[in-house]
């Protein structure tokens, strides 16, 4: 099949001038390995080789000195967190040949490399998370984080079909290259693999069935307030547990929690983070709907519609190396006043209402009021829905089209 360009590549070349090791991580089939070897396979004498080989797992763990005199850098590295024993050795090379480029790792379980990045390779590694394809990478278009002041083509010929087309097939690679593949397939193996691979060992898991409700349960609450304790319930688990299965679903990149805004004048806002699916196809396939037309007429179509618009622009950001955590939140007080997402730029918050409509009206704009109690200049808004063009509602905020964030 063909590749398809991801955004994150030029920012992988730039880091690799500056860093000795670059290390990609992210969830199962999101193209880490991929982009790697598309970015520096290329290099003179690079190799490349993969912990998913028992063997060489194995001598990795119990002889990395070994393991890094049989692939010597530069080299790539893939499923690293397999065998944490590397990255001593790793340090102890770079230290001694401080060359930039040298390592480049991949890993499936972010805790995992985040933790063993941080204690051995603080200050000699550069970390960029991969996440399923956005929609500029999917059209083979120009991606730019959004921002409502950011200049948009005035027309969209995305329609609500479309649109919950693209949600319920997701971005993973496979299911964007091979659009024969039906969801069912692909995440029916794509679920079993990542229980047997990264979870079961990690939890200790001796009920699957248990682990699978609960993952359910949490790709049907996606675009909601977390509430831990109702997930519990639901699934029949004590609420230690949920949190520790939650945990795992964000570290592995499968789930994001965005955080509320924290600013210090707001005494009012609530304290839980509200949770998204990082791909939409996944999350469809775990809440089981089986047909796009079933779920753009459901219910939950407006919270899919709304991680879809979150998720995207959580993938813009984070495409471009930008802390994602520092720019992006959500409102909501005690008075159930709610903005579905707030982006900080350079002292100035932006407020982002996102509608399942064609047409919202001004009606969209009425909690944009509560910016007047921040800190910071208020910046100007926008309504991203499924209007066919770019219009102003007022003098500040406009209404952008899903299709052309």
Not at 157 to 186: A, C, H, N
Not at 280 to 285: E, Q
Not at 331 to 338: A, I, L
Request: proline share 5%.
């Amino acid at each position: 099949m063909a590749y398809i360009k991801r955004i994150i590549e030029e920012h992988l070349s730039y880091l690799a001038k500056h860093f000795p090791v670059i290390a990609v991580t992210g969830a199962r089939q999101t193209g880490k390995t991929t982009v790697m070897k598309q970015v520096f396979g290329g290099m003179e004498g690079i190799k490349y080789v993969t912990l998913d080989y028992p063997v060489i797992r194995n001598l990795a763990q119990k002889d990395p000195e070994l393991f890094l005199q049989q692939y010597p850098a530069p080299v790539i590295i893939d499923e690293v967190q397999y065998a944490p024993q590397l990255f001593p050795y790793i340090k102890i090379r770079v230290d001694n040949n401080r060359i930039n480029g040298q390592y480049f790792l991949t890993g499936s379980q972010m805790f995992h490399l985040m933790h063993n990045v941080s204690e051995s390779l603080a200050g000699r590694a550069a970390v960029l998370s991969l996440y399923s394809m956005s929609r500029a990478e999917i059209a083979g278009g120009v991606e730019k984080p959004f921002l409502p002041i950011n200049d948009f083509h005035a027309n969209s010929d995305e329609t609500i079909t479309s649109v919950f087309d693209k949600i319920y097939r997701g971005g993973m690679p496979q299911m964007v290259e091979d659009k024969e593949l039906s969801p069912e397939t692909f995440f029916g193996g794509y679920v079993q693999t990542y229980i047997e691979r990264d979870i079961r060992d990690l939890l200790e898991i001796k009920k699957e069935s248990e682990f699978l409700r609960f993952i359910s349960c949490t790709a049907a609450r996606t675009g909601q307030e977390l509430n831990l304790n109702n997930m519990a319930k639901d699934t029949g688990i004590d609420s230690k547990t949920a949190e520790r299965w939650l945990s795992l679903l964000t570290t592995s990149g499968l789930v994001y929690l965005l955080n509320p805004y924290s600013g210090n004048t707001v005494k009012r806002i609530v304290k839980r983070p509200k949770l998204y699916f990082m791909d939409t196809g996944l999350a469809c396939y775990l809440s089981y709907w089986n047909s796009p037309r079933a779920l753009e007429n459901s219910a939950m179509a407006g919270a899919m519609f709304e991680t879809y618009v979150v998720s995207e622009i959580i993938k813009q950001y984070s495409n471009r190396d930008i802390n994602v955590k520092s720019r992006l939140s959500y409102y909501r007080d005690n008075n159930g006043t709610e903005i579905d997402l707030l982006i900080e730029d350079n002292g100035t918050i932006y407020p982002i209402e996102i509608k399942k409509s064609a047409d919202p009206g001004n009606a969209a704009l009425k909690n944009f009021k509560v910016l007047s109690d921040f800190q910071g200049k208020a910046g100007n808004g926008a309504v991203i829905c499924l209007s066919p063009v770019v219009c102003p509602l007022d003098s500040k905020n406009k209404i952008v089209p899903v299709g052309v964030i």
